[in-house]
């Protein structure tokens, strides 16, 4: 009889340990099923991102194809910054990299302003993105009357001029444009800025030259 209550014991135990091991896993199995699972790569978030490629339809059965956001390819060639195609299709890509032009009729058809980043438009123009500005320039006095050889400055604006390039002063005398000794030149935001000393009395007629370029006439009077 001592052997057989000392087996049920046993027993008992036995079965108790296993119920009590139970219950100690069933928390950590419950925390592993309810952890998030691990996020994604940096790298292969950012090529998934790189693979959605940005679509501008230009029109005329033509898509402009953006990889990574910055870079354009049209009939599977990448556009260079500053690159024209000429092909029927006007495409032209600006020297940042950041605006699309394209054109798909001829005649006065304007030209379509992208934005390569979101593909989106952002207008259009009637001029082309690569037509060079129009040679100009400004020229004002600091004073519009002085006395004779009295100093005063001539001071203006190039647009279209070259930094670098030479004004010069010019007076019209007996009906003739005469060049006079007074120069400046045109600094890199197209700024220029020149003495100036007047010897003949009366109304002036004046302007600024630099080459074919010149500026409006303006007067000063010598007392």
Same mark, same amino acid.
Do not use: P
């Given at each position: 009889m001592r052997t057989a209550t000392h @087996?049920? @014991?046993?027993l008992r135990t036995a079965t108790v340990s296993v119920i009590a091991g139970t219950a100690l896993l069933a928390p950590a199995a419950a925390a592993l099923a309810s952890s998030p699972s691990p996020e994604r790569p940096a790298a292969v978030q950012h #090529? !998934? #991102? !790189? #693979? &959605? !490629?940005t679509k501008i339809d230009?029109? !005329?059965?033509v898509v402009i194809t953006v990889k990574d956001g910055s870079h354009p390819y049209y009939n599977g060639k990448l556009l260079k910054p500053g690159q024209t195609v000429n092909d029927g299709i006007y495409v032209h890509l600006s020297a940042d990299g950041k605006r699309l032009y394209s054109k798909t009729q001829g005649g006065g058809t304007p030209y379509t302003i992208w934005d390569v980043k979101t593909g989106k438009k952002l207008g259009t123009q009637k001029t082309s993105p690569t037509a060079k500005a129009k040679a100009s320039l400004s020229a004002k006095p600091s004073a519009t009357s002085v006395k004779a050889w009295q100093e005063l400055r001539v001071s203006g604006k #190039?647009?279209?001029v070259k930094a670098g390039s030479k004004v010069n002063l010019q007076q019209k005398q007996r009906g003739t444009w005469k060049t006079l000794p007074a120069s400046a030149t /045109?600094?890199? @935001?197209?700024a220029y800025s020149m003495r /100036? &000393?007047?010897?003949l009395k009366g109304k002036n007629d004046l302007r600024v030259a630099s080459g074919a370029t010149l500026s409006p006439v303006f007067n000063v009077t010598v007392r």
């Open positions: @087996s049920r @014991s046993t #090529a !998934a #991102a !790189a #693979a &959605k !490629a230009i029109g !005329a059965g #190039a647009t279209g /045109v600094n890199k @935001s197209g /100036v &000393k007047l010897g």
